[in-house]
Nanobody, 125 residues
Framework: QVQLVESGGGLVQAGGSLRLSCAAYGRTFSSDALGWFRQAPGKERKFVAA????????YSVDSVKGRFAISRDNDKNTVYLQMNSLKPEDTAVYYC??????????????????WGQGTQVTVSS
């Protein structure tokens, strides 16, 4: 059973940067995808970006393209979300999860599993 642990959230001013980490414990990955989702208060959990564990394929939503970048470190069994040019609308709890069939472009949270506990990102204006 894989356990995902997110970290790196915090309070930042608009235009600032944060790097989120998602460390995986309990198994290593090969054909899976790791993804980031976010959930603002009173809103549904939404897909942000994902990466196939091979590192060859990534996918992100239009609202973060050019600002956020997803990457992974095989040796550390960790996925990162580098977030630049942050906006107040990026404020949310950020979660990572696994897609065990490697569908990195699948934006439906129901097809992802092993959710972490989340890390809060707050962007002030």
């Amino acid at each position: 059973q894989v356990q995902l642990v997110e970290s790196g959230g915090g309070l930042v001013q608009a235009g600032g940067s944060l790097r989120l980490s998602c460390a995986a414990y309990g198994r290593t990955f090969s054909s899976d995808a790791l993804g980031w989702f976010r959930q603002a208060p009173g809103k549904e959990r939404k897909f942000v970006a994902a990466i196939h564990w091979s590192g060859r394929n990534t996918y992100s939503v239009d609202s973060v393209k050019g600002r956020f970048a997803i990457s992974r470190d095989n040796d550390k069994n960790t996925v990162y979300l580098q977030m630049n040019s942050l906006k107040p609308e990026d404020t949310a709890v950020y979660y990572c999860a696994v897609n065990h069939v490697g569908r990195y472009s699948d934006m439906d949270p129901l097809r992802w599993s092993s959710w972490g506990q989340g890390t809060q990102v707050t962007v002030s204006s």
